[in-house]
């Protein structure tokens, strides 16, 4: 550290207190607790290799969540509820472009990255251009997708997986380690420089938190705005390519289930869904912490209701937590 | 001809409904050159069968978005209402008490899905997106434990009496008739003033003397309502209990009332349009059954449609 | 007894204090006027009575027994009814359901919508012939002009029936017929002896509706006189403090005097013919190095042209060329690149991102201004030091939201911003607006050292002093026109008041008769 005044402590020591009440600290505590009490219950929940099996599937939900992060931030009542859609559409475009065969992968995987980013543009046009509530414009996007799946696909499942991305995402690359989670922590470190390292990353916080001084300081909302949403298509796609990988073949709903968790693991990472603060750190440990906590229940044997009961009550604590609104009376 | 069309914009802001009604009697000539027997009481009948739940739910949604909320967990009420009410008919032994005591259990049960809800919401001031996705995954789980696997068949006077009538009026018509009585008498009330004043200008409302609050909880309560109509009238449809029953209607429901014209940011619109949405999104089932295209076109039409209609809103509204 | 009675009401928002210790006594019956600078705590004082703000500590005494509202309803019910200045209809909703929101008339517990037509159409009655023929009791709200809204709002209160009645500044947008016949009805309020607070920043309607008057500075009541007692001058400075604190600024470079504009110095920015929504036809010459001042009543043109030029608004024509380059249709962007800077006193609206760390509140400007893809903290916290320095921001560090500094500082976070950026033209609108006295004083000290440095400076402020004390010019604005133009031994409080209150702002053309 470079020259120090008398505060040096004080500065470290409200440091080390943000950094304890960081949301990726909080969430990661959580996480370890829910090991912990899964391993109290039944001996072997938090062994590495549950662990990296549960960490793999965090990162399929966290890569979608990357692109909730970015348009929750983009205030406005950002939200993209295609994201489900659009994994499916990836990943049967996917499946289908590669075939089962390595050589056709890099192909597949440019070819997702700009579907899934072409549809969240037009998601984006919609919501700056015709001003459709962000809600709206992306459940209608989804059922445009979904429509268009069932025809393609006539309800069959279709596509392969090719060897290597299959092997990506179950077998271990380095240390133990499958590549879907070297990858997710790339695509971490690319998403958090991008927030807090770039002037872009500066403007999307500023036209989440007050759109109006944004527009007065020269940046222009409604572009980075549309944007925003084209990148969240476009993490959608990588997930929808990686869940292609995680599943070998795709049936039409398949991405759907990813489309609450990945909110609600936003949420739980502490971004505000009025937009303007929160990021991708805190995402990343919602992620953990919600997947953790499904596989909890369901080692927990407490049936697909107990389950759903208990997984909808901690949400509502959560929000307890930190989900409140303003009040009326000032 | 200018003159006749600066007026579309102010008009249509007021008769919100008017854009759905347009694209209702559209679809109902389609469906009526691709169906001749489209117009034939038995027909009429089964449409509105098909379409009423859809429209019930709607009209509770219609509400909460009123109020510029919203309510996502709205198919899981519709699910454990259903299955609450099945479970308590057949404990009770399934006579006429046991029925009538099962449709009350299952109106409580709207009622105190919606009153969570609504706690949650406007008391707690939790965000209405996320708590009521919780609340409708909390919902969906107790159906299940309620009623693990579809099955439990209702006496059969309950659904003879749904397919049948009374005094020569079917009990479909019957119902709708009575929930839109509802609806218009609910629209005289302060109630309904107090709601679209707070979906418009929550402070303002506020600041008014308006009981903010409580009018969105009541809100809530409505839709859980309504829910609970719509589920009493599946369960004379499938004569059954299915914990999944619900699944889609909350996305759905906000189809529709979208479609109806009501702005999703609260305040402006009405039920009549939400009716209208969701008898519009029941049609294009119809029409692509008709026109045979294949049964899968049924999403993505709709979903285009949905969109179209949104766009043409903002569009005609802009002027 | 006095009929309300307010002590030591405290109220503070984050680090701004809005309310520091209010006291006041209404008497049964009286026209009582507050009158105080903007952001002196006026509106706050009205809300808490109103029972829509919660003071953090105080007393409030209704007929001498303590009462403790916890929503507007109960003050309602209470008696209390308020004028909200930034209103309170429902712009969605018909003039008249909001007329008579929350206490529609019934028949069989169902709205009677005749009764309420009736009623709405009485209440309009009152205003007839005054308010343009397309008011009708169905127009959306939303539709209506100001002066409109205004009106209704007006009715909207005295239909509640209160007992006692606050008014904030409720004849801002009222024209000169409108003005008479709401002051027609607040006498007839008081002939039944009810309670009128009337907020208005027009001295002449203060002496001829006002039965006493207090000031209210920094959050405080600092006098309660008669105004059969007073005079406007008196009035003015129980209100800025003295004259030392409203102009020169304490402690600031010596000679207060506002340093003479250097003939030869380049024409920065030149204004020909310029119109937007409010602005008609404004034409004016900025030189490097000087302060040129805005002046006139709140809302005649001033701050729609400062945003107009800065292209925060569209719907600007007319010529405008920035050191002798042309700004066409512009864009905050492209403005900002001109070399040209916008701070407003509006901080919570076009300020900062109070949630947002105070560095990238610096740094906006520089962003736009320099482009690039990367924002590399340290470098841009090493690059803002001087300025953070300059300013004399008080911060714990760089990386706290704005929301944890007091409204000077924040405004200084405002000023930093566009410090960086190295303006040319500098457009002030009222930047003052709710900071305290030496927040005031450092701002302006760094607005003169800019001005030396060859910086141009417009300056809209609401504050006379604040013209007095740092322009060497001034515009005098009314109805979206320049009206006067003061300077040198002209330029004194007497002209600016006689140019601004003289013409209650009407229509556009009565001033110029006015004036002359
Ligand atoms: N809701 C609020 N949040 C934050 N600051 C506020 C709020 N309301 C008022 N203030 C601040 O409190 C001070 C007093 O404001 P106000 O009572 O509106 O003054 P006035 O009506 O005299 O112009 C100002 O500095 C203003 O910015
Ligand atoms: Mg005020």
């Known amino acids: 550290m470079s020259a120090q005044n008398p505060s040096a402590s004080a500065a470290v020591r409200r440091r080390l207190g943000a950094l304890a009440l960081h949301p990726l600290t909080?969430?990661?505590?959580?996480?370890?607790?829910?090991?912990?009490?899964?391993?109290?219950?039944?001996?072997?929940?938090?062994?590495?290799?549950?662990?990296?099996?549960?960490?793999?599937?965090?990162?399929?939900?966290?890569?979608?969540?990357?692109?909730?992060?970015?348009?929750?931030?983009?205030?406005?009542?950002?939200?993209?509820?295609?994201?489900?859609?659009?994994?499916?559409?990836?990943?049967?475009?996917?499946g289908n472009l590669m075939a089962g065969t390595d050589a056709a992968i890099p192909l597949a995987l440019a070819a997702t990255l700009a579907l899934g980013f072409a549809v969240g543009l037009l998601n984006g046009l919609g919501i700056v251009l015709l001003r459709i509530p962000p809600l709206v414009m992306t459940l209608g996007m989804t059922g445009v997708i979904q429509g268009a799946l069932?025809?393609?696909?006539?309800?069959?499942?279709?596509?392969?997986?090719?060897?290597?991305?299959?092997?990506?995402?179950?077998?271990?690359?380095?240390?133990?380690?499958?590549?879907?989670?070297?990858?997710?922590?790339?695509?971490?470190?690319?998403?958090?420089?991008?927030?807090h390292n770039t002037a872009f990353g500066v403007r999307v916080y500023a036209i989440g938190a007050n759109p109006e001084v944004a527009r007065i300081a020269g940046m222009r909302p409604e572009r980075i705005r549309a944007l925003l949403f084209g990148l969240s298509g476009m993490f959608a796609g990588l997930t929808g390519f990686l869940v292609l990988g995680y599943t070998g073949s795709v049936f039409v709903g398949i991405g759907l289930q990813y489309v609450l968790p990945s909110i609600v693991a936003v949420v739980i990472g502490g971004t505000s869904l009025a937009g303007g603060i929160g990021g991708y750190l805190g995402t990343i440990g919602g992620a953990i912490t919600l997947t953790v906590l499904q596989s909890l229940l369901i080692t927990l044997d407490a049936g697909p209701a107990g389950r759903q009961v208990i997984f909808g009550l901690t949400l509502l604590v959560l929000l307890l937590l930190y989900g409140r609104q303003r009040g009326l009376r000032g | 001809m200018s003159a006749a069309t600066s007026g579309i914009g102010p008009r249509l802001r007021r008769s919100t409904w008017l854009l759905a009604l347009g694209s209702a009697l559209l679809l109902a000539a389609i469906n009526l050159a691709l169906q001749p027997s489209f117009l034939e009481p038995g027909v009429m009948a089964s449409n509105l069968t098909t379409f009423l739940p859809l429209i019930l739910v709607a009209i509770g949604q219609t509400w909460v978005v009123l109020a510029s909320d919203i309510d996502l967990s709205i198919g899981s009420t519709v699910s454990l209402v259903n299955v609450v009410t099945v479970v308590v008919i057949d404990a009770l032994g399934g006579d006429a008490a046991a029925i009538a005591?099962?449709?009350?259990?299952?109106?409580?049960?709207?009622?105190?899905?919606?009153?969570?809800?609504?706690?949650?919401?406007?008391?707690?001031?939790?965000?209405?997106?996320?708590?009521?996705?919780?609340?409708?995954?909390?919902?969906?789980?107790?159906?299940?434990?309620?009623?693990?696997?579809?099955?439990?068949?209702?006496?059969?006077?309950?659904?003879?009496?749904?397919?049948?009538?009374?005094?020569?009026?079917?009990?479909?018509?019957?119902?709708?008739?009575?929930?839109?009585?509802?609806?218009?008498?609910?629209?005289?009330?302060?109630?309904?003033?107090?709601?679209?004043?707070?979906?418009?200008?929550?402070?303002?409302?506020?600041?008014?003397?308006?009981?903010?609050?409580?009018?969105?909880?009541?809100?809530?309560?409505?839709?859980?309502?309504?829910?609970?109509l719509a589920a009493l009238c599946l369960t004379g449809e499938t004569a059954s209990g299915d914990p999944l029953l619900g699944g889609a209607y909350a996305l759905s429901s906000i189809s529709a009332v979208v479609l109806g014209g009501t702005a999703l940011a609260g305040g402006v619109g009405g039920f009549l349009g939400s009716v209208f949405g969701a008898v519009v999104l029941g049609l294009i089932g119809n029409v692509i059954f008709f026109a045979r295209l294949p049964f899968e076109y049924q999403t993505l039409v709709q979903g285009l449609i949905v969109l179209a209609a949104l766009a043409g809103g903002v569009l005609v509204a802009r002027r | 007894m006095p009929l309300l009675e307010l002590s030591d009401l405290r109220k503070r928002y984050g680090g701004i204090v809005a309310l520091d210790g209010a006291d006041l006594a209404l008497e049964?019956?009286?026209?009582?006027?507050?009158?105080?600078?903007?952001?002196?705590?006026?509106?706050?004082?009205?809300?808490?009575?109103?029972?829509s703000v919660l003071p953090d500590s105080g007393v409030l005494r209704i007929d001498g027994a303590e009462r403790r509202f916890r929503s507007p309803r109960e003050a309602a019910a209470a008696g209390v009814g308020v004028f909200y200045q930034e209103l309170s209809l429902v712009p969605s909703l018909s003039v008249e359901d909001n007329l008579l929101l929350g206490r529609e008339p019934r028949r069989f517990g169902l709205v009677d919508r005749r009764?309420?037509?009736?009623?709405?159409?009485?209440?309009?009655?009152?205003?007839?012939?005054?308010?343009?023929?397309?008011?009708?009791?169905?127009?959306?709200?939303?539709?209506?002009?100001?002066?409109?809204?205004?009106?209704?709002?007006?009715?909207?209160?005295?239909?509640?029936?209160?007992?006692?009645?606050?008014?904030?500044?409720?004849?801002?947008?009222?024209?000169?017929?409108?003005?008479?016949?709401?002051?027609?009805?607040?006498?007839?309020?008081?002939?039944?002896?009810?309670?009128?607070?009337?907020?208005?920043?027009?001295?002449?309607?203060?002496?001829?509706?006002?039965?006493?008057?207090s000031v209210m500075r920094d959050g405080r009541v600092v006098e309660t006189t008669a105004v059969a007692d007073t005079d406007p001058g008196r009035i003015v400075r129980a209100m800025v403090g003295g004259e030392a604190a409203a102009g020169g600024a304490p402690g600031a470079a010596p000679g207060t005097a506002p340093a003479p504009a250097r003939p030869g110095d380049a024409t920065l920015l030149r204004v020909d013919g310029l119109s937007a929504p409010r602005v008609d036809g404004?034409?004016?010459?900025?030189?490097?190095?000087?302060?040129?001042?805005?002046?006139?009543?709140?809302?005649?043109?001033?701050?729609?042209?400062?945003?107009?030029?800065?292209?925060?608004?569209?719907?600007?024509?007319?010529?405008?060329?920035?050191?002798?380059?042309?700004?066409?249709?512009?864009?905050?962007?492209?403005?900002?690149?001109?070399?040209?800077?916008?701070?407003?006193?509006?901080?919570?609206?076009?300020?900062?991102?109070?949630?947002?760390?105070?560095?990238?509140?610096?740094?906006?400007?520089?962003?736009?201004?320099?482009?690039?893809?990367?924002?590399?903290?340290?470098?841009?916290?090493?690059?803002?030091?001087?300025?953070?320095?300059?300013?004399?921001?008080?911060?714990?560090?760089?990386?706290?939201?704005?929301?944890?500094?007091?409204?000077?500082?924040?405004?200084?976070?405002?000023?930093?911003r566009w410090l960086a950026t190295a303006p040319r033209v500098i457009?002030?609108?009222?930047?003052?607006?709710?900071?305290?006295?030496?927040?005031?004083?450092?701002?302006?000290?760094?607005?003169?050292?800019?001005?030396?440095?060859?910086?141009?400076?417009?300056?809209?402020?609401?504050?006379?002093?604040?013209?007095?004390?740092?322009?060497?010019?001034?515009?005098?604005?009314?109805?979206?026109?320049?009206?006067?133009?003061?300077?040198?031994?002209?330029?004194?409080?007497?002209?600016?008041?006689?140019?601004?209150?003289?013409?209650p702002g009407a229509t556009p053309g009565a001033e110029a008769g006015a004036a002359a």
């Not at chain 1, 499942?157 to 090719?162: D, I, L, T, V, Y």
């Not at chain 3, 292209?311 to 512009?330: C, F, K, N, Q």
């Not at chain 3, 417009?458 to 979206?480: I, M, P, Q, T, W």
Request: aromatic share 6%.
């Open chain 1, 26 to 94: 909080l969430a990661l505590a959580a996480a370890v607790a829910l090991l912990a009490l899964g391993e109290a219950i039944s001996p072997g929940f938090a062994s590495p290799g549950q662990i990296v099996s549960q960490l793999t599937i965090a990162a399929l939900l966290g890569m979608v969540a990357a692109g909730q992060t970015l348009v929750i931030i983009g205030g406005r009542e950002g939200i993209d509820l295609s994201v489900g859609g659009v994994i499916s559409l990836c990943a049967f475009v996917a």
């Open chain 1, 150 to 195: 069932v025809i393609l696909t006539r309800g069959v499942p279709s596509g392969r997986s090719a060897p290597a991305l299959t092997a990506l995402m179950n077998q271990p690359l380095v240390a133990g380690i499958p590549g879907v989670l070297l990858l997710w922590a790339a695509v971490a470190l690319g998403v958090c420089l991008l927030l």
């Open chain 2, 101 to 228: 005591a099962g449709m009350a259990a299952g109106v409580a049960t709207g009622l105190g899905c919606g009153l969570v809800n609504g706690l949650c919401v406007a008391r707690l001031r939790f965000q209405p997106i996320v708590t009521t996705f919780a609340t409708g995954v909390v919902f969906a789980g107790l159906a299940l434990m309620v009623l693990p696997e579809a099955g439990l068949p209702v006496p059969e006077v309950y659904w003879r009496g749904y397919a049948g009538g009374l005094f020569g009026v079917r009990s479909v018509v019957l119902v709708l008739a009575a929930a839109l009585l509802l609806c218009l008498v609910i629209e005289r009330t302060r109630f309904a003033r107090a709601l679209r004043a707070s979906g418009g200008q929550m402070q303002a409302a506020y600041q008014s003397g308006v009981p903010v609050t409580w009018t969105r909880i009541r809100a809530y309560l409505l839709a859980g309502f309504f829910a609970a």
């Open chain 3, 28 to 51: 049964a019956g009286e026209v009582h006027v507050l009158i105080g600078a903007n952001g002196c705590g006026k509106s706050t004082l009205c809300k808490v009575i109103a029972g």
């Open chain 3, 115 to 213: 009764a309420v037509r009736r009623e709405a159409e009485r209440q309009l009655a009152l205003f007839a012939g005054a308010l343009g023929p397309e008011l009708a009791p169905d127009s959306r709200v939303a539709d209506l002009s100001a002066d409109q809204r205004q009106v209704v709002e007006i009715l909207k209160v005295l239909g509640e029936d209160a007992r006692l009645i606050l008014f904030d500044e409720p004849t801002s947008s009222l024209d000169r017929r409108q003005v008479a016949i709401f002051f027609e009805l607040v006498r007839a309020l008081k002939r039944e002896g009810r309670t009128v607070v009337f907020i208005s920043h027009r001295m002449d309607e203060i002496f001829e509706i006002g039965d006493r008057v």
């Open chain 3, 282 to 416: 404004v034409s004016l010459e900025l030189r490097a190095g000087e302060i040129l001042g805005l002046g006139g009543l709140h809302g005649q043109g001033q701050s729609a042209l400062l945003r107009g030029l800065f292209g925060i608004e569209p719907g600007v024509r007319g010529r405008i060329e920035v050191e002798g380059r042309p700004l066409r249709r512009p864009t905050p962007a492209d403005s900002i690149r001109a070399g040209l800077a916008y701070i407003s006193g509006d901080r919570g609206r076009d300020g900062v991102a109070l949630l947002r760390p105070i560095l990238e509140n610096l740094a906006y400007g520089l962003v736009t201004r320099e482009g690039g893809v990367a924002f590399p903290r340290g470098r841009v916290a090493g690059r803002l030091g001087p300025v953070v320095e300059r300013l004399g921001l008080r911060f714990g560090s760089l990386s706290d939201p704005v929301r944890s500094l007091s409204g000077g500082n924040q405004q200084k976070v405002v000023i930093g």
């Open chain 3, 427 to 503: 457009l002030l609108d009222d930047p003052t607006k709710g900071i305290d006295v030496n927040a005031k004083a450092d701002l302006f000290r760094m607005v003169r050292e800019l001005a030396e440095a060859g910086a141009a400076i417009l300056l809209y402020s609401s504050e006379d002093g604040e013209l007095l004390g740092h322009a060497e010019r001034v515009l005098v604005f009314n109805g979206g026109r320049i009206v006067r133009e003061l300077s040198g031994e002209g330029l004194t409080r007497h002209a600016l008041n006689e140019a601004a209150y003289a013409t």
